[in-house]
């Protein structure tokens, strides 16, 4: 067997993943499939992806009004807010595995009714715990949703707009962050906040439907000639990643970029703004929405103005340190002025990750590229979960000895992006691959 990351990478000793193997994002033939029916289906598979935004950050909105009924305090919160990204983090391994196995349509369809089971177990709820189970079952029915759109743009789109197509992806994703900020806040304040998971719900099937009907993937050409692998061959494809020393630096900056943002806007936001500041819950909302807008341009922004491979990870090592100064500086103000424009900046800032996208797309060969990014999503989520659920716990820790809790919330975030930055920084980079950069 010919291994890829030995042709690839250097000398290794592994025969982990076999040239033979059908690789997960192989380009399609851009005469076989007309680029229009390409963008119509890329669309459909982002409505289910905005869904899955807006599930990651309702517990900004919700939180005042599920601490009140199921009395539960910071820590709980953290939890509440982390299982969703707990759920879908761990699952992208295996999401990664069914796209190889089964493609992009077959995927995201038998995954997502189970978010749906979740948003109407939410709605129902009679107790904390259940609240949390609809939470995991969304996370896990929303897994593939971002990676199926990256793995359908590696495969049928041209490898040197993977950054601005993936940043416009995200933007358009983006809009459901939108909703959950006044819109949610209003639909909160006129019904309650079991409604937003009725919501949620609908959309759900809304979205199932459009890829069902929408979304038939490209065959390539020579797929018939190819191996099909075995699922335990594509499991073996993602361990043969970790052999890699530059897989470490991309994971360990994965596990706390997005992270940092999320944090912020899906979880800490609104009860800083309304207990820091006075502000009531729509007003939160009208932050929220701002925050959220900016955040909707970054993408599509840094992606059109990709530096390339010889400067790019310079780029998201700069940015993130930025971004890391900024949080420390919003942690100690009282300012209601900054208080609003220091998240409006994060959130316009934050779209220099999608540069991490177009660094995981070149630091692997063409045959890794697809599962290279499930691993890549997953560390961004399981950071994500982990990241809420450590900051509830520092905020609690805080309260319990009478400290300003955002103060701390907002510096242990800054600290850890710090810390993913120098360990991106000082672990080893990865060769680039040409046709992939």
Do not use: K
Request: glycine share 10%; proline share 5%.
């Amino acid at each position: 067997m010919d291994c890829i990351v030995a042709r690839s990478c250097g000398p290794c000793s592994c025969n982990l993943y076999s040239m033979t193997a059908t690789p997960l994002h192989a380009p399609v033939d851009p005469r076989a499939v007309p680029p229009r029916a390409i963008w119509v289906m890329l669309l459909a598979l982002i409505s289910a992806f905005a869904l899955s935004q807006a599930c990651r950050t309702v517990a900004s909105i919700m939180a005042t009004s599920l601490q009140a009924e199921f009395a539960i305090d910071a820590q709980a919160l953290g939890l509440f807010a982390g299982a969703f990204h707990f759920a879908f983090g761990s699952m992208q391994l295996f999401m990664g595995i069914g796209i190889d196995l089964h493609g992009v349509r077959r995927t995201v369809l038998t995954a997502f009714p189970v978010a749906i089971a979740g948003a109407v177990l939410s709605a129902l709820s009679t107790s904390f715990a259940m609240l949390v189970a609809g939470q995991v079952l969304i996370g896990i029915g929303c897994a593939p949703a971002f990676l199926v759109c990256t793995v359908f743009i590696a495969r049928h789109m041209p490898a040197h707009r993977f950054a601005a197509i993936s940043g416009l992806a995200m933007s358009l994703g983006g809009i459901g962050l939108l909703l959950t900020g006044t819109p949610l806040a209003w639909l909160i304040e006129a019904s309650s906040w079991r409604m937003g998971f009725w919501v949620i719900g609908g959309w759900g099937l809304l979205a199932w439907g459009l890829i069902w009907a929408l979304v038939h993937e490209p065959v390539h050409p020579l797929d018939a000639t190819r191996q099909q692998e075995s699922a335990r061959q594509a499991l073996a494809g993602f361990g043969a990643l970790f052999t890699l020393p530059h897989t470490w630096g991309i994971l360990l900056l994965a596990s706390v970029g997005y992270a940092s943002f999320v944090s912020l806007r899906g979880l800490w936001l609104g009860p800083m703004l309304i207990e820091r500041n006075g502000f009531s819950l729509v007003q939160s909302g009208n932050v929220a929405v701002a925050m959220s807008l900016v955040s909707l341009v970054g993408p599509p922004l840094f992606g059109r103005f990709d530096p390339g491979p010889a400067t790019r990870r310079r780029w998201i090592v700069g940015f993130s340190l930025l971004v890391a100064s900024l949080f420390a500086a919003f942690a100690f103000s009282h300012s209601t002025v900054l208080n609003v424009a220091a998240p409006i900046v994060i959130g316009m800032l934050s779209g220099y990750m999608i540069l991490q996208y177009a660094d995981v797309r070149a630091a692997y060969p063409a045959a890794m590229t697809g599962r290279a990014l499930s691993v890549f999503t997953m560390a961004m989520f399981l950071g994500v979960a982990t990241m809420q659920w450590f900051t509830g716990l520092v905020a609690s820790f805080a309260a319990a000895r009478g400290m300003e809790p955002f103060t701390a919330v907002l510096m242990s975030i800054a600290s850890l992006l710090t810390l993913g930055a120098l360990a991106f920084s000082l672990l080893p980079a990865p060769r680039q691959h040409p046709a992939q950069a």
